[in-house]
């Protein structure tokens, strides 16, 4: 994948399996759950693909995160604090695939950073 575009989507739900079976029917989207049920993947045919996250509590309308793939996930989340934005989630590992975190644009929007394992 290209560095510096979107690479995947997260929608914050309260119930990961069931917001996939709705859009695995809406839409057919493939389903993986190796995560477990409170991380479902979603795979559209062609597009970016994601994963349904299950959260206590969250905002209707501040629910949908999408992330772009970066060659530096620290220099980046750097970069966006520099810019005006805010670090909400420092760099965090996700085992075996990479690293992530979250700023906030000077908007208010949160925006993902995604950093995979040197191959």
């Not at 690479?7 to 759950?33: D, P, V």
């Amino acid at each position: 994948m290209a560095l510096n575009t979107i690479c995947h989507i997260e929608i914050s739900c309260r119930n990961a399996t069931g917001a996939g079976q709705f859009y695995n029917e809406m839409f057919g989207w493939k389903l993986n759950s190796d995560m477990g049920d409170d991380y479902i993947f979603f795979q559209p045919e062609d597009g970016v693909s994601g994963a349904f996250s299950k959260v206590e509590d969250f905002a209707p309308g501040n629910s949908v995160i999408f992330y772009v793939e970066v060659d530096d996930i620290d220099a980046f989340l750097k970069k966006a604090v520099e810019l005006g934005g805010k670090l909400t989630v420092p760099k965090t590992e996700i085992t075996q695939h990479g690293w992530f975190g979250h700023f906030t644009d000077p908007d208010g929007n949160t925006i993902g950073l995604f950093t995979a394992l040197p191959k």
